[in-house]
């Protein structure tokens, strides 16, 4: 006697046609991928993606990456463009993080971020303004002074050169008939 196996599977799936999930409605089923039930979704913006039935109904997938490419600082869409914000987020990691670069020079020697700056960067840029050319970044007028409004400046290399704590004058005697030689001794 040959006995059949009957295979319990789960409740029928879902059907996520026409429900929204934040900006996204889900408008049919997609392809499956790697087991998983992937849905064509129409988001608010007008642009159309394809996203996993786990993670709509998860709350993990809420647009169709508009969210992130908004507006969110104040600034541009994509922060990584913008010149002053990135000046802006590596004064506050080189100042709290002591992971970050520089922060043995910077907050390991107690510079800080005034906390209007470190908490907004539309408020830094509403205070300092854009960088005049490409070529300045931010100095602090006193040098053992921390990043807040009255002591800070947008600055090129050379003014924040004349301003650092332990400024010295160098100067370098060039002497005529010396040139170098292929082991890198000098030879007149």
């Given at each position: 006697?040959?006995?059949?196996?009957?295979?319990?599977?789960?409740?029928?799936?879902?059907?996520?046609?026409?429900?929204?999930?934040?900006?996204?409605?889900?408008?049919?089923?997609?392809?499956?991928?790697?087991?998983?039930?992937?849905?064509?979704?129409?988001?608010?913006?007008?642009?159309?993606?394809?996203?996993?039935?786990?993670?709509?109904?998860?709350?993990?997938?809420?647009?169709?990456?508009?969210?992130?490419?908004?507006?969110?600082?104040?600034e541009?869409?994509?922060?990584?463009?913008s010149?002053?914000?990135?000046?802006?987020?590596?004064?506050?990691?080189?100042?709290?993080?002591?992971?970050?670069?520089?922060?043995?020079?910077?907050?390991?020697?107690?510079?800080?971020v005034?906390?209007?700056?470190c908490?907004?960067?539309?408020?830094?840029?509403?205070?300092?303004?854009?960088?005049?050319?490409?070529?300045h970044?931010?100095?602090?007028?006193?040098?053992?002074?921390?990043?807040e409004?009255?002591?800070?400046?947008?600055?090129?290399?050379?003014?924040?050169?004349?301003?650092?704590?332990?400024?010295?004058?160098?100067?370098?005697?060039?002497?005529?008939?010396?040139?170098?030689?292929?082991?890198?001794?000098?030879?007149?």
């Amino acid at each position: 006697m040959i006995q059949r196996i009957v295979m319990k599977r789960g409740p029928k799936p879902e059907d996520l046609t026409g429900k929204k999930f934040g900006r996204l409605t889900v408008i049919c089923e997609a392809n499956q991928k790697w087991g998983h039930r992937h849905w064509r979704c129409a988001c608010q913006c007008g642009r159309e993606c394809i996203v996993a039935g786990t993670e709509l109904k998860r709350s993990r997938t809420r647009s169709c990456g508009c969210v992130r490419r908004e507006i969110i600082h104040g600034e541009c869409a994509d922060p990584r463009k913008s010149r002053e914000y990135r000046i802006w987020s590596v004064m506050k990691s080189r100042c709290s993080n002591p992971k970050a670069t520089g922060y043995d020079y910077y907050g390991g020697r107690g510079i800080t971020v005034c906390p209007e700056w470190c908490n907004s960067f539309v408020q830094f840029l509403s205070d300092m303004g854009r960088a005049p050319t490409k070529f300045h970044s931010i100095d602090r007028i006193d040098p053992t002074g921390g990043y807040e409004p009255s002591n800070c400046r947008w600055a090129t290399p050379v003014e924040q050169a004349g301003n650092k704590g332990s400024s010295t004058s160098l100067r370098i005697r060039i002497t005529r008939g010396l040139r170098a030689s292929p082991r890198g001794n000098c030879s007149p």
